[in-house]
């Protein structure tokens, strides 16, 4: 028997060092490097290569918390986020498919087209991040809701150096 299902897993990692502190801009962490090494390698390769989006998320300063700036309303991030879901019903709709998650890699190769800068960018970012074949349609596929996020039917270097940025641990 078999049980389709679709969910997104939603996690919180871990601190980025057994003290908690490595890249804190107030408090300097006191591990040593094997230690650092040690304690990220918790989460094997192969299964930290299955999540897509992997963000750091820095401590809040006070200030920020009682600043008055305006920032994107709830109200208008979920405008944003209703269009880019309509774009992208739209685009998949044929296929019986409702987001660029559920994807499969002919329907990646077919919407999700990078020009010439776009290949190199992606081609750089495997050589010098390491990043497995598997991260290949992943990576396509945040720059592509990236795009539809935009507004924009291309996806463009930047969409594409956003999506490996958010892939990859190295915005930390």
């Known amino acids: 028997m078999v049980f389709p299902a679709s969910f997104v897993c939603v996690e919180c990692n871990q601190n980025s060092c057994p003290c908690g502190y490595l890249g804190d ?67 998949l709709k044929r296929y019986g498919i409702f987001c660029n998650a559920a994807m499969n890699h002919r329907q990646v190769e077919r919407f ?24 290949y349609d992943r990576i396509l596929k945040v720059a592509r809701t990236i795009a539809d996020l935009e507004a924009s039917d291309v996806i463009l270097p930047s969409h594409i150096a956003e999506a490996v940025q958010l892939r990859t641990q190295e915005n930390r």
């Open 25 to 91: 801009e107030t408090k300097p962490c006191t591990c040593r490097p094997f230690e650092i090494e040690r304690y990220q390698r918790k989460i094997s390769g192969p299964l930290s290569d299955r999540i897509d989006l992997q963000i750091h998320v820095p401590r809040v300063k006070y200030e920020d918390l009682k600043s008055e700036e305006a920032e994107e309303t709830s109200a208008q991030i979920r405008s944003r986020v209703c269009a880019a879901r309509n774009i992208q019903l739209k685009r």
């Open 112 to 135: 999700c087209k990078l020009d010439a800068a776009g290949n190199a960018l992606m081609e750089n970012a495997f050589c010098k991040l390491g990043l497995s074949a598997r991260s």
